[in-house]
């Protein structure tokens, strides 16, 4: 079955810590996407990548920093100069021939204990 | 830069009844996308529907239809015989549809609740 999948679906992380978020599709999609949502609030634009080996910073870049060394694989990592990574992240994936509609994955929840 | 605007924050139906979430947008572009998405509790998301806008024949999906009115830039989602499974957080989104791998730019979403 074609999709994104992202792990962990929930993740614990101590201060001062990095940590990466995964995410990979095999919808042969060229452009991904990283969201952070807060509770009851609407989804703000981390990084996004239309190629491979290039990125674009989104609206929230500060402390967070990501990869896009393979067309499938986009990781966020969450360092520790992010001063409030306690949300629930989303990953997207999209075509220019599919009406550049975003697939979305399941995401993963992240608290900062 | 585009904006998309939801001015409903909450909104409630009864069961079998229809309701109409609004959205409204901002843009200089001609050609364009317009999506609405629907979370769940599970807070995956889900595409509802797609118009293009330069399509003058307003999108529909079963039970979901949409109202594109292209010169007002207002893009309002019907539910029609709501069911208690359509409740969730809705999300209105734009992009533009000349750019590979553009940006959606997303509303701040309308929390639907169906009574039973």
């Given at each position: ?68 060394e ?32 975003q697939?979305?994955?399941p ?7 | ?5 939801q ?60 109202n ?8 309002s ?29 997303f ?10």
């Open positions: 079955d074609g999709g994104i999948t992202q792990s962990p679906k929930y993740l614990f992380r101590k201060e001062g810590q990095n940590v990466t978020l995964s995410c990979e599709q095999n919808l042969n999609h060229d452009a991904m996407y990283w969201y952070r949502q807060d509770p009851g609030q609407g989804l703000r634009l981390i990084y996004y990548s239309q190629i491979v080996n290039d990125f674009q910073k989104g609206d929230i870049a500060e402390g967070y920093s990501v990869s896009r393979k067309k499938e694989s986009f990781p966020l990592t969450v360092t520790s100069a992010q001063k409030n990574p306690t949300a629930f992240y989303l990953c997207a994936s999209s075509s220019a021939s599919s009406y550049n509609e697939f979305f994955g995401g993963t929840r992240l608290t900062v204990l | 830069a585009q904006t998309v605007t001015s409903q924050p909450e909104m409630s139906v009864q069961e079998a009844e229809t309701v109409t979430l609004s959205c409204t947008y901002d843009t200089s572009e001609n050609n364009y996308y317009l999506f609405w998405y629907k979370q769940p509790p599970s807070r995956q998301m889900i595409l509802v529907i797609r118009q293009e806008a330069y399509k003058q024949q307003n999108a529909t999906e079963n039970r979901f239809s949409v594109f009115q292209k010169a007002a830039k207002s893009f989602l019907k539910i029609s015989d709501s069911q208690l499974g359509d409740t969730a957080m809705y999300f209105c989104a734009f992009n533009p549809a000349e750019t590979s791998g553009s940006r959606l730019t509303g701040e979403g309308t929390q639907l609740t169906v009574n039973p």
